[in-house]
């Protein structure tokens, strides 16, 4: 296959998977940027977490909020919690890799607090600890998950909400948890400051 055919091979295979996301996903998608409104309308707080290129994406999250999406508007509450390279290695160092984000989550997070957690295969340990961390605060979670949710998936309770791309490749699952980033951010804009 020549590299033409290659490039057109990935745009085909991510119109595919964004069109199964929203045909599988969109409700949960209006419930997920519902539950982040009300959170920022009880004066909570979201954190968001991930590993990688996930990593990546919970900033993403975190800097549309804290600055602005598409219009100006006051800067809303929000912690990447992959964005304190000393608290993470410092955490990594002294104790172990799998409580970096639990441990801010215990000192950080309150009962009205959104914990948004990015992960393309749900088996990371350091993800499955944050879960825990932010039950015991008494948050609720959403998490961004593809493939079958992995191991993150049964930790999730009643009160979380799971937005699971139906895709087995890590890149598409990116690929989907960017631009459902993009539209929780556009119907949280919507909610709060109105058209």
């Known amino acids: 296959?020549?590299?033409?055919?290659?490039?057109?091979?990935?745009?085909?295979?991510?119109?595919?998977?964004?069109?199964?996301?929203?045909?599988?996903?969109s409700d949960r998608i209006e419930a997920a940027a519902i539950r982040l409104s009300n959170c920022l309308l009880?004066?909570?707080?979201?954190l968001t977490c991930g590993n990688g290129g996930s990593a990546c994406e919970a900033q993403h999250l975190s800097s549309e909020l804290i600055n602005r999406y598409d219009r100006d508007r006051p800067g809303l509450p929000a912690i990447a919690l992959t964005a304190d390279i000393a608290a993470i290695t410092s955490i990594a160092n002294d104790y172990q890799f799998e409580q970096v984000f639990s441990k801010p989550i215990l000192a950080l997070g309150q009962p009205l607090d959104v914990l948004v957690i990015y992960t393309t295969s749900g088996?990371?340990?350091?993800?499955?600890?944050?879960?825990?961390a932010a039950h015991d605060r008494g948050m609720t979670i959403m998490a961004l998950t593809g493939r079958d949710g992995g191991a993150l998936a049964p930790l999730l309770n009643e009160n979380d909400l799971e937005l699971r791309v139906p895709s087995e490749?890590?890149?598409?699952?990116?690929?989907?948890?960017?631009?459902?980033?993009?539209?929780?951010?556009?119907?949280?804009?919507l909610q709060l400051f109105g058209d």
């Open 123 to 132: 088996q990371s340990a350091n993800l499955l600890r944050a879960v825990t």
């Open 169 to 189: 490749v890590t890149a598409r699952v990116q690929e989907a948890h960017l631009l459902i980033t993009h539209c929780l951010c556009d119907l949280i804009d």
């Open 42 to 46: 009880d004066d909570g707080k979201i």
């Open 1 to 25: 296959m020549n590299q033409q055919a290659r490039i057109f091979q990935q745009f085909s295979a991510h119109q595919e998977a964004t069109q199964e996301t929203l045909l599988r996903l």
